[in-house]
């Protein structure tokens, strides 16, 4: 197995600053993957692999040059830092401060895969509870992959360390049909750290909660349309904090002047009931990790604290051009991606109504109990979700269900718009799609929004 | 071949030797990339990359079992191994599980390679990208940042083989540029983006594509709520093959064995108007998504999808295809070494119409809603056809723009909007959007819009 001497690191990182630059990294990693996708009551695929890398980089002002490989051969390594040092013409700007540890690739963390039988038969179980539930399901799929990562990081300001990362996630699809509607469902959870998934998150419950949702869906009417208050509940997740508003927090769109929160610290950007915290130490959640990609440990970010704007989300590169502090989400999907800011796990803070008095004060509106998919333009904050179980609200009640529905609004004006805040918090694992995909969690309390155009059929 | 391949396909067939196994496959991918991103006239980042990985799957008694690596170490490739073996065994038997045995690449007659990734110097590379920049801003003075100007290009290679058959390969280049601006006017901002990939270098229009990028952008500026009723509706070209991308999957005879295609069942049926064909056809000389043999070695071929609105057949990979007793049509398509062959079009085209898309978008008698670009196209459903989706675009009369428009939604399911066909354009060009995608601009008599 590889091992990169310390003296090796110090001169790679050293050869990437030969002809210019303040600062340099490199990025190294280890993944074993296990996936299965199991569908007609019979496992479809079953994969496993592994997959190491590196990533070299060069930061000069605000300009970054970088290479990556999975040939890891020392030959291979002083070659891509001399054709990334060539691109500068400048010569020597910076000294790098010498690695004191040594980057051992020996991986502790290999799958073994005979502890996935018994998921097999679990999986099995389950699915054909659900076709057994009603003749209208027509197909339910489990899937469950688990990945081990450890990466190692090292830079020209002397740091090293090192990060073992262990994610699980399952995840059930049903379809169910009724005459020519079609209608799909799913839940997916997901966790960091070496729980069992299947003890946090019993399959039972998580299958009893799809088809419970796609065959009432099938029910359901179409949604009325037009501009008009809407309830989201704790439960819906909060795909629209970190889509809507979220994204308007990185550091990288507030240096390039892109973000509609730019130049905003310390203006009321929501109304006063609106906290809203980034924080990636939260042990177990889907987006959590000790170290973040560039080395530096997550931390609780307040971006928004009762209506005010704080802080921004930041990576090395934008921490240092905006001089704001590293808030440690600076992250990448893999060896093949350099570090931007990104979330870690986001939500709107808990505040003082409860629910029920919540969905009490709407006349009449939407309650949208499951949100779904969902896009955002950061320039302007526009976006559309769908909502994947709703219902109209009538004089303060719960009401008919809706289907085929989706909202669209604008993320600033939505934040403003907040007229009530709950108190039951409940976080939703996702994947995070800017340029490239990495895991995150969001989450908000039960929160009245004074309007909103749905759409539909 | 590179020595190292060849001698890394060796060792694992001699390992491979040594396992009962009625059939297995070897598939090796290289990737090598470039991308620069340009700002403000500057190089703002610079990436390149070498990348390579391997697949093996097994096939023993009706059981596969699928793995992947990219170290080539002896040690890496027979942990590998003994994991496929681990699968192979937790694998339940499926009688429709399929390898080739042969292997009998498509001929197509592709033009000379353009080799410019290695030809020309990255130095004349930036000068296109200052070149387009300076384009975008000229178009108009509301543009007034670029958000993101890019260029990339890639050399890919693949290496694939089963059990009995020898080494085939295959090698494309690809070029591109893309760009993200964001145009001003007072407190309105708007983002516009396009981008252009091609085989050759030389057939991208950086004039052209800087045209559409500003105008993109400001041509949105001051856009107003649309009013929610029907509207009879232009989709712009690069939004119909964002739809036809999402639905192509509606099209897998694997989804539709699965019951999860609402096209189940309707072969023979009249789904489309009789004015809209689509073809997958994997054999187009010069086109991005051509190709010689799939992910499992199955040879290319033309399939006719739907035929003036009747439709006539699905994709088909080995397995789907063993399951009915019929041929691939070789869309068991591999997008890298660490995914499996699943069903994709290769390239998915639509019969182009008579009308140029100005007389696409010119109707007298009433208003006429053009769509630029759509959001969330993700969220729609991939089993029934039914989509939501947020739009912007332009509200026209008598062929010239009354207001830009945005704020709204269209809803509808997509089965149904092939039905509603008004008319098609001619103004064909290629997406490439996992498929590639080939097609027109299209107009519908009828689109429903939620909005103000």
Redesign the interface.
């Known amino acids: 197995?590889t091992i990169f001497d310390s003296s090796f690191l110090s001169k790679l990182i050293d050869i990437l600053l030969s002809k210019g630059g303040q600062y340099s990294d490199v990025y190294i990693e280890d993944e074993d993957l296990f996936s299965i996708i199991y569908?007609?009551n019979?496992?479809r695929?079953?994969?496993?692999?592994?997959?190491?890398?590196i990533h070299l980089r060069v930061i000069n002002g605000?300009?970054?040059?970088?290479?990556?490989?999975?040939?890891?051969s020392q030959t291979n390594l002083e070659n891509?830092a001399e054709?990334?040092a060539d691109?500068f013409s400048s010569g020597r700007i910076c000294q790098a401060i010498n690695v004191a540890k040594n980057i051992n690739l020996a991986s502790n963390c290999?799958?073994d895969?005979?502890r996935?039988?018994s998921y097999?038969s679990d999986f099995s179980n389950a699915s054909k509870k659900i076709y057994s539930v009603s003749p209208k399901i027509?197909?339910a799929t489990l899937s469950y992959s688990q990945t081990f990562k450890k990466v190692w990081i090292a830079n020209s300001e002397g740091l090293s360390c090192s990060d073992d990362r262990q994610y699980s996630r399952y995840m059930i699809n049903a379809?169910a049909?009724d005459g020519e509607?079609?209608?799909?469902a799913y839940e997916g959870p997901g966790i960091t750290g070496s729980k069992n998934i299947f003890d946090q998150y019993p399959i039972d419950l998580t299958s009893e909660k799809v088809v419970k949702r796609v065959l009432s869906t099938l029910d359901a009417k179409p949604a009325p349309?037009?501009?008009m208050p809407v309830v989201m509940m704790g439960e819906a997740g909060g795909t629209m904090i970190h889509e809507a508003c979220g994204h308007a927090f990185e550091a990288d769109f507030i240096y390039?002047?892109?973000s509609i929160f730019g130049n905003k610290v310390g203006q009321k950007i929501a109304a006063e009931n609106v906290t809203v915290i980034d924080d990636g130490a939260i042990s177990g959640l889907y987006g959590s990790y000790k170290y973040d990609d560039e080395g530096v440990a997550p931390e609780k970010t307040i971006l928004i604290e009762n209506g005010i704007l704080k802080s921004y989300i930041s990576d090395r590169l934008s921490a240092k051009l905006l001089n704001i502090p590293l808030t440690g989400n600076g992250r990448r999907e893999s060896f093949?991606s350099?570090p931007i800011p990104r979330m870690s796990n986001t939500f709107i803070e808990d505040h003082d109504t409860n629910s029920a008095e919540i969905l009490s004060s709407v006349n009449e509106g939407i309650l949208v109990k499951r949100m779904?998919?969902?896009?955002?333009?950061?320039?302007?904050g526009?976006?559309?979700?769908?909502i994947s179980e709703g219902y109209v609200i009538k004089n303060g009640k719960i009401s008919d269900q809706i289907r085929?529905?989706?909202m669209?609004g604008?993320g600033p004006d939505v934040l403003n718009d907040i007229e009530m805040v709950g108190n039951d918090k409940d976080f939703m694992p996702g994947v995070c799609g800017k340029y490239d995909h990495v895991p995150v969690s969001d989450a908000q309390p039960t929160i009245k929004i004074k309007q909103m155009?749905?759409?539909?059929? | 071949m590179d020595k190292i391949i060849k001698e890394t396909f060796n060792y694992i067939e001699s390992e491979l030797e040594r396992i009962p196994t009625d059939n297995w496959d070897i598939f090796y991918m290289q990737d090598q990339s470039r991308q620069i991103s340009f700002r403000n006239k500057e190089v703002e980042d610079f990436k390149e990359s070498v990348e390579d990985g391997i697949a093996i799957r097994l096939l023993h008694e009706n059981r596969l079992s699928n793995v992947f690596c990219n170290s080539f170490e002896k040690e890496s490739i027979n942990k590998a191994i003994d994991k496929a073996k681990f699968i192979l065994k937790m694998m339940p038997p499926d009688e429709n599980f399929a390898m080739n045995d042969t292997i009998s690449p498509a001929k197509i007659k592709h033009s000379e390679k353009d080799w410019s990734f290695y030809d020309v110097g990255i130095p004349e590379k930036i000068k296109n990208l200052s070149y387009l920049e300076d384009k975008i801003f000229s178009e108009n003075k509301a543009v007034t940042k670029v958000e993101h100007l890019g260029f990339a290009e890639s050399h890919g290679k693949i290496f694939y083989r089963t059990k009995q058959s020898e080494i085939f390969s295959e090698e494309s280049l690809i070029y591109g540029f893309d760009g993200d601006v964001i145009a001003e006017d007072g407190a309105e901002a708007e983002s516009g983006s396009d981008y252009s990939y091609k085989r050759n270098l030389n057939d991208i229009d950086l004039d052209l594509l800087g045209q559409r990028i500003a105008y993109n952008a400001y041509s949105m500026l001051n856009a107003k709520p649309l009013k929610s009723k029907n509207y009879k509706t232009v989709l712009n070209n690069d939004v119909v093959a964002g739809f036809l991308s999402f639905f192509s999957s509606l099209f897998s005879a694997e989804n539709v064995q699965n019951k999860k295609s609402v096209l189940d069942g309707k072969i023979g049926e009249k789904i489309a108007s009789e004015k809209f064909s689509l073809v997958d056809d994997g054999l187009i000389p010069d086109s991005l998504g051509s190709l010689a043999f799939d992910g499992e070695g199955s040879t290319s071929t033309k399939t006719s999808l739907i035929k003036n609105g009747e439709l006539k057949q699905f994709l088909y990979n080995l397995k789907a295809a063993a399951k009915e007793g019929v041929m691939s049509t070789g869309n068991g398509i591999r997008s890298s070494y660490y995914s499996t062959p699943i069903i994709k079009p290769s390239n998915l085209i639509v019969s182009p119409g008579k009308h140029s898309y100005d007389q696409l978008c010119l109707d007298e008698s009433k208003d006429l809603l053009v769509i630029n670009s759509v959001m969330g196209m993700h969220t729609s459903n991939r089993v029934n056809g039914d989509f939501s989706l947020g739009a912007t675009g332009y509200l026209m009369k008598n062929g010239t723009i009354v207001s830009p428009v945005k704020q709204f939604t269209i809803a509808g399911n997509f089965i149904q909007l092939l039905c509603e066909i008004f008319e098609i354009g001619n103004d064909v060009d290629s997406f490439p959007f996992g498929g590639n995608i080939i097609c027109p601009s299209i107009c519908f008599n009828s689109i429903s819009v939620s909005g103000a």
């Open positions: 197995m569908e007609n019979t496992i695929t079953m994969k496993s692999g592994n997959e190491r890398g605000d300009k970054s040059y970088s290479s990556y490989s999975n040939d890891l891509l054709n990334i691109s290999s799958i895969l005979a996935y039988e097999i027509c197909q379809v049909k509607i079609t209608e799909t349309l037009g501009k390039k002047d892109t093949r350099k779904g998919g969902g896009q955002v333009d950061i320039t302007n526009e976006f559309i979700f769908e085929g529905a989706s669209i604008n155009t749905i759409g539909g059929r």
